[in-house]
Every structure is written in structure tokens, then in C-alpha cells.
């Protein structure tokens, strides 16, 4: 089916707007939750959206002058959807503050089990409403699509489908702990930007205040902790930034991300789902996307974009509501919008900008193919005749805009277009002078003009660096449960997941990997890691019998 032949099937815009602001409604507990209503004029019964997050409904308004997404206006204050553009096509759109956020009672609950249960009874209550017709389905990009993976797992009846945009699923690895890096950077200022009153870390819930204390005085010892004045804060005063101070007090996956992780319950969703990401989410929700198709088994559809594709640069957040709407019209109002016709997975192949559908993940026709890193600093399918080393030391102590420094290897200039689409893994075999260290790797695509662009990101702490039966050759699983101190000189292998891509590096560029023991602030201020505060030897294994190489997805 054309573009043009979908958009023609879709609801039309017919209806104004009737607001009913900051409604209450009662949760199983007694609690009440604050909503806003914005509904239809017209006669009769309308299918639901809910939009759900602790930004403060009062800021989730789509203005006609968009605002850029900026440190100052913080999250531009519109990811709960285009109300008007819904309503007007015969949706109410629900916006309600969590418990403990916005106008909403109680204490946040950071998407744990009280919020997931709000979330059902929410759903049950619109769908009783007069102006309901009794299908609901949910609303929203970041956190109000990570809540719409966990709410459906609770199987509220009345949720008839949903549509995540950006949603992690795993709390600790795709969030907080990016391969046991704590990521310092954004959530240094993410709280900041909730509607959230100062509470009690959530942390005591699952551990003893005596062993919280006990974390807590250790913590102040190492460091990390000494060289930052901003997290010897938040661990003083707890009630600061009382997730800051969860994260720190538990840096290893277990019950507390357990708890807010939807990979665990994603067998448990029931409903159609509609995942969508974009490729330049390695920070944060693209690994989601990935295995929320894994663990969804009913009716579901991906669509993988980007910003020139999918979403647009700017804000608010709607410029593929199109999209969700023809979703919704299918599975809300019965119409027939034709997009299960499609196959069920729709790629944008950077590099060309083509749109393509395919039927699985990985690629059917993936031709996996190891690139070892060679003592030249290149990157060749061949593998090494011989063995040798190549080192570098991090500095923990770079300065602010000053490039971290590393070892980068890249091919020659390709002799004819090279696709990659899939997971990547690198595997090094490297020996440390000090019991740990972090490694931060990214994958550019090197052009003939020089321009650089980012392709994948991945990273591990070396202590880290068990694997687990979850792991693939193409995937590599850490179960970060605890520290395994690294034998000083000894040869070991770090297993690293970088994130799924699709690039096609074409004639004449080069396929660049730069290793790191630290982030390089310049390009990505947000996104910066609490990294290894000890200067470290790094030496890589190139050749031999622990030849180091990066595993990659080509599709001819």
C-alpha cells in the first residue's frame, strides 16, 4: 500500500476540544491520581489514549511554535502526544501525573509495582467512563512508552493495544549502567526535570537500613566519590536526588532495576504492540526496541528510524503520530488500514536513507563476519600472521572538550558499498596493569570529506566482564551481579556489546572503531559515564592465538 493510499484510510480531522483539567481519580489503595481530560465535541463514545509520566501533565501541551529540544527547556515538555491532532481525529487523550509527581498523591514510585498498578486501574476507570467506548490503548515517547510495556504486562482488560516510541527495557543495562558504567551525565540533571517532591530513596525497600548505611560510608572512601563533589552530595544528602543516590548504593543489576526492567514480564504483554525506535538511541532506549520484539509475542510491528526519517528535529514529539494513528484506527476503531498487510519489520538503511521492510532479527542473510584489528592499526577481515601488542592510558583526570585518548583502528577505503545491519560485538584480548578499568567504544563511518558520524556505541567495565548463558557470539550478555577484580598482566577477554545498527558505508569511506578507557565529553555533554579514576595501561592482544577482532553483521 502507497503513502498516500494509508493517509486516505485514516481517521480525518472533524472534532474541536472539550477540556476537563485535573480530575481525580481513586487507585485500589485509596490514593488519588490527578488527570487531564481532553476529549472530542462530538456525540457519542470515543476510544482512549493514556498518556502517564512524573513531568507534570500541566507541560504536556503541543503549542503551534515548536520549541528546540535544549538544557534550558529541558525535555521540550511534549512527549505525551499531539493532543489536538488525536481528538480532532475522534481519540480522548488522557494525561495523568504518577503517584508522587505533578498534582498527583503519594510517593513516586520510579516505575515500580505501584506505578504498574496504578497504571491498570487508570485504564479500567477510562474505559467506565460515558465518553469511552471501552478501548484504551497508551501514548507517549521515553518514559510515557516504558510504562506502556509495563502496564500491559499487568493485563488490564480494557487495554486493547499499544504503542511504545522509545522504551527501554532493561533498567540497569540500557539506563543507569551502560556495561556496569554508571551514567553519571544524565542523571545529573534527569531529576531535575520531574514534578517529584523530595522523598525517601527507594532503595530501602529492598535492603536493610544498616546495610544501606554501610554501602553508603565505603562509598565515600573510593575515588569516585572523593573527585566529585556532586556525588559526595547526593549521597550525604539522600533525599537530594534520591534515585541518584539508589543507583550508587547499587551499582549491580538484582531486585531494585528488576522491578522497573519490562524484559522480565514482556512474555506477559497480551496486546498488539507497535515498537518504534530510532538508530541513535545507543544511550538509551535503542537496545529496547530490539528486545521488546524478542519477548512480545502477540500481534507486533517495529519500525527502526531516525531523525531525518522518523521523528523530525524538532518538538513537541509528533511528527510520526501519522503513524501511531494508523495503528490505533486498526486495532481502536476496526478500521482497515492496511499496515498489517506489511512485513513486520520497516528499517531506515542509513547511509542511503532507504526505507525497507524485513521479517525477522537478526537479518535471515546476515553473513557474520569477523574484522580482526590488525598491529597497523587497520581493520581486515584477514586475520593476523603474527602476534602483537598495542597500548594506551586513560587519563582520569581530562580536562572538560579535550578528546580522550585511545587506539583507532579503520579499513582502507572500501572498494565497493559494505552494509552492516544488525548486532555488533567486539571482542579484545588486553592486559591491565590495575585491577579494573572502563572501555568506551564507538563506530564511525568515516567519509572521504572527514565528517565522522557516529554508528554505534558500546562499553564495559572490566570487572564486569563475565558472560552469561544469555550471551550470542553476535550479542554478548553480562550478568553484573558482582565485581571480578582483573588479574594485573594477565591476558583476558572483554566481550563488548555495541548497539544494533544499520549503515551502509559506501565506496571510498571507512569503517572506523575507536577504543577508549573514558567518554570524550565533546560530542555528547549528556552522555558521560562515572569511568575508571585510576590511570590505566591498556594493552591490546593484536594477532595470535587472542587475536582481537569486532563481529560483524554484512548483509550482501
Not at 565505603?218 to 537530594?240: M, R
Not at 538503511?349 to 526505507?355: F, H, P, Q, Y
Not at 585491577?435 to 567504544?441: E, F, G, L, R, S
Amino acid at each position: 500500500m502507497t503513502d498516500q493510499d494509508w493517509r486516505s484510510r485514516v481517521s480525518q480531522p472533524q472534532y474541536g476540544v472539550v477540556e476537563e483539567r485535573n480530575a481525580r481519580v481513586q487507585m485500589r489503595d485509596g490514593l488519588h491520581l490527578a488527570i487531564d481530560v481532553f476529549r472530542p465535541d462530538g456525540d457519542g463514545k470515543f476510544p482512549a489514549l493514556l498518556a502517564y509520566s512524573p513531568y507534570g501533565k500541566d507541560v504536556q501541551r503541543v503549542m503551534e511554535q515548536q520549541q528546540p529540544h535544549s538544557a534550558r527547556l529541558g525535555n521540550g515538555g511534549q512527549e505525551a502526544g499531539d493532543t489536538g491532532f488525536f481528538v480532532s481525529r475522534g481519540y480522548v487523550h488522557v494525561i495523568a501525573d504518577v503517584r508522587g509527581s505533578g498534582d498527583s498523591e503519594g510517593t513516586y514510585n520510579f516505575q515500580g509495582r505501584k506505578e504498574q498498578e496504578d497504571g491498570y486501574d487508570l485504564i479500567e476507570w477510562i474505559a467506565r467512563q460515558p465518553w469511552c467506548d471501552g478501548n484504551v490503548g497508551m501514548l507517549g515517547m521515553s518514559y510515557f512508552a516504558v510504562v506502556q510495556n509495563l502496564v500491559a504486562a499487568t493485563q488490564p482488560p480494557s487495554l486493547k493495544a499499544i504503542a511504545p516510541y522509545e522504551a527501554y527495557t532493561d533498567r540497569y543495562r540500557h539506563s543507569v549502567y551502560h556495561g556496569g558504567l554508571y551514567d553519571e551525565g544524565f542523571f545529573h540533571q534527569w531529576f531535575e526535570h520531574l514534578s517529584v517532591r523530595p522523598q525517601k530513596p527507594l532503595i530501602y525497600d529492598f535492603l536493610s537500613a544498616e546495610e544501606v548505611d554501610r554501602r553508603k560510608q565505603a562509598l565515600f572512601n573510593t575515588p569516585a566519590v572523593i573527585n566529585s563533589p556532586y556525588l559526595h552530595i547526593q549521597l550525604k544528602y539522600e533525599t537530594k536526588n534520591p534515585l541518584t543516590f539508589d543507583f550508587l548504593i547499587e551499582p549491580h543489576d538484582g531486585p531494585y532495576y528488576w522491578e522497573r526492567s519490562s524484559n522480565r514480564v514482556l512474555d506477559k504483554i497480551k496486546v498488539p504492540a507497535l515498537i518504534m525506535s530510532r538508530w541513535s538511541g545507543w544511550q538509551i532506549h535503542l537496545a529496547g526496541a530490539f528486545e521488546a520484539w524478542r519477548g512480545i509475542q502477540p500481534t507486533k510491528k517495529m519500525i527502526i528510524g531516525d531523525t531525518e526519517w522518523l521523528t523530525g528535529p524538532k518538538r513537541p514529539w509528533r511528527d510520526h503520530q501519522d503513524v501511531i494513528l494508523r495503528w490505533y484506527d486498526h486495532w481502536l476503531k476496526g478500521l482497515d488500514t492496511g499496515m498489517l498487510d506489511e512485513p513486520p519489520i520497516t528499517l531506515l538503511i542509513k547511509g542511503k536513507n532507504e526505507v525497507r521492510h524485513e521479517h525477522e532479527w537478526p537479518l535471515a542473510r546476515t553473513q557474520w563476519t569477523k574484522f580482526f584489528l590488525q598491529a597497523d592499526h587497520t581493520l581486515s577481515s584477514q586475520e593476523p600472521q603474527s602476534r602483537s601488542t598495542s597500548g594506551f592510558a586513560n587519563d582520569p583526570h581530562l580536562p572538560p572538550n579535550r578528546a580522550s585518548t585511545g587506539l583507532d583502528f579503520a579499513t582502507p577505503p572500501l572498494d565497493e558499498d559494505l552494509e552492516i545491519t544488525g548486532p555488533i560485538a567486539l571482542y579484545l584480548s588486553a592486559t591491565l596493569d590495575k585491577p579494573d578499568a572502563t572501555w568506551v567504544v564507538t563506530m564511525r563511518n568515516l567519509a572521504p570529506d572527514g565528517s565522522r558520524p557516529i554508528v554505534s556505541k558500546g562499553w564495559l567495565r572490566a570487572s564486569h566482564r563475565e558472560l552469561d548463558d544469555k550471551s550470542k557470539p553476535y550479542q554478548p550478555h553480562h550478568p553484573h551481579h558482582r565485581d571480578v577484580p582483573v588479574p594485573v598482566g594477565e591476558i583476558q577477554e572483554y566481550a563488548i556489546e555495541l548497539r544494533e545498527t544499520s549503515m551502509l558505508f559506501k565506496k571510498g569511506h571507512r569503517l572506523l572503531l575507536e577504543i577508549r578507557g573514558q567518554d570524550t565529553q565533546v560530542e555528547e555533554p549528556l552522555w558521560y559515564h562515572t569511568c575508571n579514576p585510576f590511570k590505566t595501561r591498556h594493552e591490546l592482544e593484536l594477532g595470535g592465538t587472542r587475536a582481537s577482532y569486532l563481529l560483524l553483521p554484512v548483509i550482501p
